[in-house]
């Protein structure tokens, strides 16, 4: 049974950047699937922000391209997320998820973690 | 980008009703669209993929139907656990996008 739990600081400044771990319990992330993150606003519905294949091919929304960047540690088991240039519309809970596989055509949410609520404030 | 809108945007129902929510594609999608469910307050939940295509353990009372723009989601027989707003999502190609939800109500 795979689990994914996101960690990371709450808040974080305008401007700054945010920055996000995933670490996943029962899966190798070198396994045949994408590694996800998508967020949520408060209030408002999910916005899908990007994902990273074990051979570090990515997807990204490209809205939000240009501000991030995602990372593996296969030591570790984790997948990283970084976002620059933060401002408040960019407070939301943020999920990391696991695709079905590892192509564009498996590419739905099977299994997430339980997501991390990320205050953009001074 | 390809756009995903649903409807209607809530919705409430009797215990016991057929609830249907629709979700529509500004561009063929072949049949590359997953429903999710999320309660209040809890993380998302995938119900079907492949638009009619039940994910493991979710109860038989929810099906997906559509191909290409058109695609609903039915409830069969409404439970007051199904309290939650269903999101749609399209696949296959990038971007991936969500519809913007339908909160489904009790009345």
Redesign the interface.
């Known amino acids: 049974q795979v689990q994914l739990q996101e960690s990371g600081p709450g808040l974080v400044k305008p401007s700054e950047t945010l920055s996000l771990t995933c670490s996943v319990s029962g899966y190798s992330i070198t396994s045949d699937h994408y590694w996800a993150w998508i967020r949520q606003p408060p209030g408002k519905?999910?916005?899908?922000i990007g994902s990273i294949f074990h051979s570090w091919s990515t997807?990204?929304?490209?809205s939000l391209k240009s501000r991030i960047t995602m990372s593996l540690d296969t030591s570790r088991n984790q997948f990283s997320l970084e976002l620059n240039s933060v401002t408040a519309a960019d407070t939301a809970v943020y999920?990391c998820a696991k695709t079905?596989q590892g192509t564009?055509?498996?590419?739905?949410?099977?299994d997430?973690?339980?997501?991390t609520l990320v205050t953009v404030s001074s | 980008?390809i756009q995903m809108t649903q409807s209607p945007s809530s919705l409430s129902a009797s215990v016991g009703d057929r609830v249907t929510i629709t979700c529509r594609a500004s561009q063929g999608i072949n049949n590359?669209l997953?429903w999710?469910q999320q309660r209040p307050g809890k993380?998302?939940?995938?119900l079907i993929?492949a638009a009619s295509t039940l994910?493991s353990g979710v109860p038989s009372r929810f099906s997906g139907s559509g191909s290409g723009t058109d695609f609903t989601l039915t409830i069969s027989s409404l439970r007051p656990e199904d309290v939650a707003t269903y999101?749609c999502?399209k696949?296959?190609?990038?971007?991936?996008?969500?519809?913007?939800?339908t909160r489904l109500e009790i009345k």
């Open positions: 519905g999910l916005e899908w997807y990204s929304n490209p999920y079905a564009i055509r498996r590419y739905y949410f099977d997430w973690g339980q997501g | 980008d590359d997953a999710y993380v998302p939940k995938l993929y994910q999101y999502q696949y296959g190609s990038a971007p991936i996008t969500f519809g913007q939800g």
